[in-house]
């Protein structure tokens, strides 16, 4: 089992890698509501995502190395499903617009 410092110093990194998220959420959920918003704003904001998706998987990836508690692995595959949620949401208004 990891150290007490150590098991903190992973909860940092997933409690930033959930303010990223929330960050990018708020930003994403004002480019989806403007009525002005295009195909290129879409690509954009999905590339955003789906860069903060990567980056999460590649911490969630060395993470499953670390003998970390049931709570802190669930709290990770919560943060991935949202990320992925994103995706999901802004390919579908992407192809809505595109659609015409």
């Known amino acids: 089992m990891l150290s ?11 409690r930033e890698h959930a303010m ?6 708020e930003q994403i959920a004002s480019v989806l509501s403007s009525a002005q918003m295009n ?7 999905l590339r955003i995502v789906r860069e903060g ?10 993470v499953r190395e670390a003998d ?4 802190f692995y669930a709290a990770a595959a919560e943060i991935e499903d949202r990320w ?4 999901r949401m802004l390919v579908g208004r992407l192809q809505e ?3 015409g």
């Open 84 to 87: 992925a949620e994103q995706v």
């Open 68 to 71: 970390l508690s049931k709570e």
């Open 20 to 25: 990223l998220f929330q960050n990018t959420q």
């Open 4 to 14: 007490p410092d150590r098991d903190e110093q992973w909860l940092t990194a997933l």
């Open 39 to 45: 195909i290129q704003d879409g690509q954009t904001a």
């Open 53 to 62: 998706k990567t980056a999460f998987l590649v911490f969630s990836d060395i």
């Open 97 to 99: 617009l595109q659609a």
